[in-house]
């Protein structure tokens, strides 16, 4: 038996130290994909749109979490848009709660699906609906219960905005997924 790999009840379970190594990956993914975006936006003259249209801090974290389950999902969700923002300013300081809310429930959800038979994409699919539905319950709850200056129309907006990020999500995600699957079959 592998030291990283564990089998309970016909499912396996990272141990808690490639747990840990994979969250941390997905946060370095997570800081430093959106900087690659917005370096490419700037040369272009697009500016921060590239990454708003693209999304690339959502695709290691929602990869994270199929690999590598729930908590390392969670972790990396959490910590990714903190970090970036530690070190870029972006997000913005009025987004990044909002924003650590919703990757933190793509990695959670993403991971809670890993071992549920069901097509990589659905998955993603789901994991993408449960960011993006507590996102909006956080952004409403900021704004009517707390003051929050972030606009409700930033709801509809991201979405609308993001959509090329979706469609790359739909079609990486469930690639990468299946490599490292395939890869870990021909280890055994």
Known sequence: MSTTILKTAGKTLLSIKAQTIAAIAAVVGA??????????GAASGLGTS???????????????????????GAAAGLLGPLASFALSGMPGAMMLPFMMIELC?????????????????????IAQIAGRAVRAGAILLGVYAFGSQVKVS??????????????????????????VENLKKNER
């Open 50 to 72: 590239l990454g708003e249209a693209f999304l690339p801090m959502h695709l290691p974290i929602i990869l994270v979490g199929l690999l590598a389950g729930p908590y390392a």
């Open 154 to 179: 930033t709801i509809w907006t991201s979405i609308g905005a993001g959509l090329f990020g979706l469609a790359l999500q739909w079609a990486l995600i469930p690639l990468v997924v299946y490599r």
């Open 31 to 40: 800081v430093a994909l959106p900087q690659i975006f917005h370096v490419l």
């Open 105 to 125: 429930i793509y990695g959670l959800s993403a991971g809670l699906l890993r071992n549920v038979k069901l097509p990589t994409i659905v998955k993603v699919v």
